[in-house]
């Protein structure tokens, strides 16, 4: 999974929205709490930002260069596929430069 330690040179910001108590937003949650640390260890100074708030659904956004921003929905989604819709945006990121 290399490409977890690309986040800071293809984003700028990673958005994380959730419910903190729905079951649509569960696997968000989880992803979360298994995931934030190591993203973070490899990215220290990319803002990965969670935002809470009650009854939203779960969303991943990035933001790239020139305030370009892209979103995907993460409801009904497992663990992995979380994992694979961010692995997207980073390719996303990584395509915008070229």
Known sequence: MAWRGSLSRNLKELRIL????SPSSATTRTFVEN???????LNPKLPILIREASGIEPQLW???DLGVERGVRLEGL???QISKALQD???VGD???A
């Not at 995931?35 to 260890?41: F, G, Q, R, T, V």
């Open 35 to 41: 995931n934030y640390k190591d993203l973070k260890k």
């Open 62 to 64: 990035a933001r790239y």
């Open 78 to 80: 497992t663990e992995q």
């Open 89 to 91: 945006l980073v390719k």
């Open 18 to 21: 959730l419910c903190q108590s």
């Open 95 to 97: 395509s915008l430069k």
